[in-house]
Nanobody
Framework: QVQLVESGGGLAQPGGSLRLSCAAS????????MNWARQAPGKGLEWVSR????????YYPDSVKGRFTISRDNAKNTVYLQMNNLKPEDTALYYC??????WGKGTLVTVSS
């Protein structure tokens, strides 16, 4: 069955870094654009990055551009999100999604001193 399992969340200090991973199985990973989205406490879902199937084209909203980097390894069926210069407003539950079809359960990122 389809599975997306996020990992790598945790507590980081402002200005720090975290690397999220999302391991996929049960569908043709290399055929799907992959996304990361987040939901902060009490707020709606916010898309934070997208990478196309070739791993070359990536997209980010202004809120994370220059700080977050999405990448993928099609041989490992895994997508990554490198998050640098973290801010308290990055605190959220982070989800990966295959297209908009399949979603993981999320990994919690907390940015606090």
């Amino acid at each position: 069955q389809v599975q997306l399992v996020e990992s790598g969340g945790g507590l980081a200090q402002p200005g720090g870094s975290l690397r999220l991973s999302c391991a996929a199985s049960g569908f043709p990973f290399s055929s799907f654009a992959m996304n990361w989205a987040r939901q902060a406490p009490g707020k709606g879902l916010e898309w934070v990055s997208r990478i196309l199937t070739d791993g070359i084209y990536t997209y980010y909203p202004d809120s994370v551009k220059g700080r977050f980097t999405i990448s993928r390894d099609n041989a490992k069926n895994t997508v990554y999100l490198q998050m640098n210069n973290l801010k308290p407003e990055d605190t959220a539950l982070y989800y990966c999604a295959a297209g908009m079809s399949y979603w993981g359960k999320g990994t919690l990122v907390t940015v606090s001193s």
